[in-house]
C-alpha cells in the first residue's frame, strides 16, 4: 500500500474541522451522481468518509473494491495539484488490480464528469459545485482532452466523428457560459481553447456550415456591442476565440467564414 497521508493534516485543528464540515456536500454530491450507476451500503459510506477525513490505509482498501474506485478516490482526495493527483492516479491504478479484477480507468466516469460540468442541466447539489469545486481538476485526470486522448479510449469513433462533435460542443458551451452568472471558477470549458483549437485547425473546412459556430459568434458579438459587465474569465474567453480567429496559422476558410457570418446577420 503506497498512501501517502502528508495531505492530511490531522495535526492541524483547523483543517480537520473544515474537512469534517466539508464531508457532508462531498456526501450528499457522492451520492447523488456516483450513485445513480452504484448503491453506497453502510460500509461503503463509512469506509469513504473515513478516508476523506483521515486517509487511512484500511478505508482505502475498501474503496479499491467499489466501482469508480479511482473517481471516488480522486474527487475526494485532499489535494488540488494535479502532480500529486496524478501519481495518486497511478498508484491507485496499479494497487487496485490487487483487490478487482476490474481496471481503475472506465469510460463512463468521464461522461458522469462532464455531465456534472455541464451547467445547462443544473440539478441539485451540496457546496461550490456538482464535484465540490473538483470539476477541471476531474476533467484534467479522467476525461480526454485532445482528439488522439479521444480515439485511443474510444476505437470505434472516425476522427472526423469525434472532430465534429467536440467542434459543436464546444460552440455550445462556450455561448452558454457567456450568460451564466455563478460558478464561474469551476467551469471547464474556458480550458479548452487548444483543444477546440486543434479541431479547427484540423477539419475547418467539414466544420464552417456548424449552426453551433453561427450561434457562438452571435452570442459573442452581441456581448461586445452591449458593453454588458463580464466577469474577467467570460472576458478572456471572448478574447481568447477572437485570437483562434485571427491566429495567422489557422486555416485562411476561418477568417472568411467569420467575416461572412457576421456580414449576412449571423444567417444559418
Same mark, same amino acid.
Given at each position: ?10 495535526? &492541524?485543528?483547523? *483543517?480537520? $474541522?473544515?474537512?469534517?464540515?466539508? *464531508? ?23 469506509? /469513504? ?25 480522486? *474527487? ?5 495539484? @494535479?502532480?500529486?493527483? #496524478? ?10 488490480? &490487487? ?19 455541464? =451547467?445547462? &442541466? ?7 459545485? $456538482? ?37 459543436? @460542443? ?10 451564466? $452568472?455563478? !460558478? ?9 481553447? +487548444?483543444? *477546440? !483549437? ?7 473546412? &467539414?466544420?464552417? %456550415? ?10 459573442? %458579438? ?8 463580464? =466577469? ?7 478574447? %481568447?476565440?477572437?485570437?483562434?480567429? #485571427?491566429? +495567422? ?9 467569420? $467575416?461572412? /457570418? ?7
Amino acid at each position: 500500500m503506497e498512501n501517502n497521508t502528508k495531505h492530511w493534516q490531522l495535526d &492541524n485543528k483547523t *483543517w480537520v $474541522k473544515t474537512r469534517q464540515k466539508e *464531508w457532508s456536500d462531498y456526501q450528499f454530491n457522492l451520492n447523488r451522481y456516483v450513485d445513480v450507476f452504484y448503491d453506497f451500503d453502510d460500509e461503503d459510506q463509512s469506509a /469513504i468518509k473515513s478516508y476523506f477525513l483521515t486517509g487511512d490505509d484500511e478505508s482505502l482498501k475498501k474503496i479499491y473494491k467499489m466501482p469508480r474506485s479511482l473517481l471516488i478516490e480522486l *474527487w475526494i482526495y485532499p489535494s488540488d495539484d @494535479i502532480e500529486v493527483l #496524478n501519481r495518486v492516479k497511478e498508484r491507485h491504478c496499479k494497487e487496485r488490480l &490487487n483487490y478487482s479484477e476490474f481496471e481503475a480507468m472506465n469510460d463512463s466516469d468521464a461522461g458522469l464528469i462532464t455531465r456534472c460540468s455541464h =451547467h445547462r &442541466n443544473l440539478g441539485e447539489f451540496k457546496g461550490t459545485s $456538482k464535484l465540490n469545486g473538483r470539476d477541471w481538476l476531474l476533467e484534467q485526470l479522467l476525461v480526454p482532452l485532445s482528439i488522439d486522448e479521444i480515439l485511443a479510449a474510444n476505437p470505434k469513433k472516425t476522427r472526423n466523428d469525434v472532430i465534429r462533435g467536440e467542434f459543436d @460542443i464546444f460552440c455550445m458551451e462556450f455561448g452558454d457560459f457567456f450568460y451564466r $452568472k455563478d !460558478r464561474l471558477d469551476t467551469d471547464p470549458c474556458i480550458h479548452k481553447i +487548444p483543444y *477546440w !483549437r486543434e479541431a479547427i485547425a484540423e477539419s475547418f473546412a &467539414n466544420l464552417k %456550415d456548424s449552426e453551433d459556430f453561427v450561434y457562438l459568434l452571435e452570442d459573442m %458579438d452581441n456581448l461586445v456591442k452591449s458593453k454588458t459587465e463580464l =466577469h474577467p474569465k467570460q472576458a478572456k474567453l471572448i478574447k %481568447d476565440i477572437e485570437a483562434v480567429f #485571427n491566429d +495567422p496559422s489557422m486555416p485562411e476558410l476561418l477568417r472568411q467564414r467569420v $467575416k461572412e /457570418i457576421r456580414d449576412s446577420g449571423y444567417a444559418v
